[in-house]
């Protein structure tokens, strides 16, 4: 067994089953209740539709601990991030009636509310971007004048995003979610974020921190027919991510977080 890597407060080691299979352990000292659940069920899910995506088998759970297929590291090919943005575009065709999902999840160490929504526009502000600006405004990382630029931008969603229908999401798809395996084929990994919300969503957090190359989003785009614009909506959809970082790391994000609001506020 060896020490793979560290972060946080989750521990990733390498190991060896007893059939010879090679696998991750993810473990976390007492990890919040049903933190790893939540990840193991959205693998699961995302498994079952992820074509080109691989995704790793998970082989166990429990409450403090994730055994997963070990996939390596390497490098991804163009033609590699072309298959992953094609399987993306599978991912997002599996379509739900409500936004949100049956249970709650983790988007990162950020507690996620799925409560099942009809409306994207009342689910986007009533289960992501509201409680994230009670808890910042609690912990006095945000103004009054942040607050309320919030608030209103919560109103206006209708006005500032596009009518779109509930698909499947990975929901924190940051470039290093989007693992390169030792073949250079693309995983998703970390997925106890998933749910049904807008498609675009996924798309805008692959801008956040880093982006994969161009090819990615030519693949998505002609096995999607996603719409116009998207690109140009992202900071408005990546607010979210962006509150969600401020909860959680502090006031180093105020900044990126007001950028948004100048803009859209």
């Known amino acids: 067994m060896q020490n793979w890597r560290a972060g946080g407060q989750t521990r990733f080691e390498r190991v060896r089953l007893e059939d010879g299979r090679a696998a991750v352990r993810k473990r976390r000292t007492s990890a919040p209740t049903g933190y790893f659940k939540a990840e193991a069920e959205g693998l699961h899910r ?60 983790w988007c ?6 799925n409560t099942l929504t009809i409306n994207g526009h009342a689910f986007y502000a009533q289960h992501r971007l509201l409680p994230q600006l009670r808890r910042a405004r609690d912990a006095g990382l945000l103004t009054r004048t942040d607050a309320s630029a919030i608030e209103g931008i919560a109103v206006r969603l209708p006005e500032l995003l596009p009518l779109a229908p509930a ?31 807008w498609a675009e969503t996924d798309l805008a957090m692959t ?21 116009e614009g998207w690109l140009q909506r992202a900071p408005l959809l990546n607010l979210y991510h962006l509150l969600n970082h401020l909860n959680l790391f502090g006031s180093g994000y105020q900044s990126a977080v007001r950028h948004v609001l100048r803009r859209y506020g």
């Open 207 to 227: 801008t956040l921190f880093g982006s994969p190359p161009a090819a990615f989003y030519a693949a998505y785009a002609e096995a999607s027919g996603c719409q």
């Open 167 to 197: 698909v499947l999401l990975h929901g924190d798809l940051w470039l290093g979610n989007l693992h390169a395996c030792a073949d250079g084929r693309i995983a998703l990994i970390d997925a106890a974020a998933v749910h049904y919300g």
């Open 46 to 105: 995302l498994a079952s539709v992820a074509g080109g995506l691989r995704v790793p088998q998970v082989y166990a759970q429990s409450g403090d601990q994730l055994l997963l297929e070990d996939l390596g590291r390497g490098r991804a090919r163009p033609c590699d991030w072309e298959t992953a943005g094609r399987a993306l575009a599978q991912v997002h065709a599996q379509t739900a009636a409500h936004f949100g999902l049956e249970t709650d999840g």
């Open 108 to 113: 990162g160490d950020g507690a996620q509310d």
